[in-house]
């Protein structure tokens, strides 16, 4: 799920302002191929500055970014992700 918050960039942008600090987030490209511990440090790194209990951690922060995640962008950049949602339209799909 971290991955997808690293993804979109904007989203993070939306729910952690001004105090994001853009600079310290893991770059945009292979995301996920970053282990898990990087990405989380990444987050926590980048919103360290955004407020008192506003810094990012799973939990209600995590789901509100999650809310805020655009899939057209979370589909460019992340191949699992469009695996996903293709495996997902199959099965949602009607039968003919």
């Given amino acids: ?5 690293l993804a979109d960039r904007n989203a993070l942008k939306r729910v952690f302002g001004m105090g994001l600090r853009v600079s310290s987030l ?4 292979n995301l996920e191929s970053r282990t ?3 990405v989380q440090r990444s987050l926590a790194s980048a919103t360290r500055d955004c407020g008192r209990d506003r810094c990012y951690r799973k939990g209600r922060r995590s789901f509100l970014v999650v ?3 655009d899939p057209a962008i979370l589909k460019k950049r992340l191949p699992h992700f469009q ?3 293709l495996i ?3 099965y949602l799909a009607p039968a003919a």
Avoid: C
Wanted: hydrophobic content about 40%; glycine content about 0%.
């Fill in 36 to 38: 898990k511990d990087d």
């Fill in 26 to 29: 893991l770059p945009e490209e």
């Fill in 88 to 90: 997902l339209n199959q």
């Fill in 83 to 85: 695996r996903l949602i």
């Fill in 67 to 69: 809310s805020e995640l």
């Fill in 1 to 5: 799920m971290e991955s997808w918050v």
